[in-house]
């Protein structure tokens, strides 16, 4: 999300302290940590938790991939992504942070109930790699699938991910106020 939206988001958000119990334990993490911010606007009827997308240092580029609570769980105690997806889409830049938002706020829509945004910062050459195995345009975004149904790049992807050359880290999160998400 561009700064400014981003502050204005921040300048209108409401008290979410009588809700914070229905965070899942890493989320509630992240925002008594300062990671996320309230972004939640009046008359929601989810909490909106964010934080900006990263510069990517040279040689390097940002992903970004929508998850559910299982996959998002997975990666948090396993630090890689689970074989589960059949395309487990990850999309490059800016345009894909925009995409994978479209998956928490209803724009799109998947069976694994979006809440998360998950960010990961890559070596340009994986991504590249990746390009080769499977890509196509989605919304004006390039989408990598990394799932045995795509580009079959999970094992990689995730080699990356568990020797260091790729990190992650949760950028925005949308969890129901009124009950718990599935």
Request: hydrophobic residues 30%.
């Amino acid at each position: 999300m561009e700064d400014i939206k981003f502050q204005n988001a921040l300048s209108k958000a409401v008290p979410i302290n009588g809700w914070l119990k229905r965070l899942l334990p890493h989320e509630l993490a992240l925002y008594n940590s300062g990671e996320l911010q309230n972004i939640t606007h009046h008359g929601s009827s989810s909490m909106w938790l964010e934080t900006p997308s990263s510069s990517p240092p040279p040689g390097r580029t940002n992903v970004y991939r929508p998850m559910g609570d299982i996959e998002i769980l997975y990666l948090v105690e396993h630090r890689q992504l689970p074989d589960t997806q059949p395309y487990q889409a990850i999309i490059e830049g800016e345009n894909g942070r925009l995409y994978a938002n479209k998956y928490l706020t209803g724009a799109k829509w998947t069976s694994t109930s979006p809440t998360t945004i998950v960010e990961f910062c890559a070596p340009i050459e994986l991504i590249e790699t990746l390009k080769q195995k499977q890509m196509k345009v989605e919304d004006g975004a390039l989408s990598m699938g990394l799932g045995d149904k795509a580009g079959k790049g999970l094992p990689i992807f995730n080699e990356s991910i568990r020797n260091g050359d790729t990190t992650f880290r949760i950028v925005k999160i949308k969890r129901n106020k009124e009950k718990q998400d599935k």
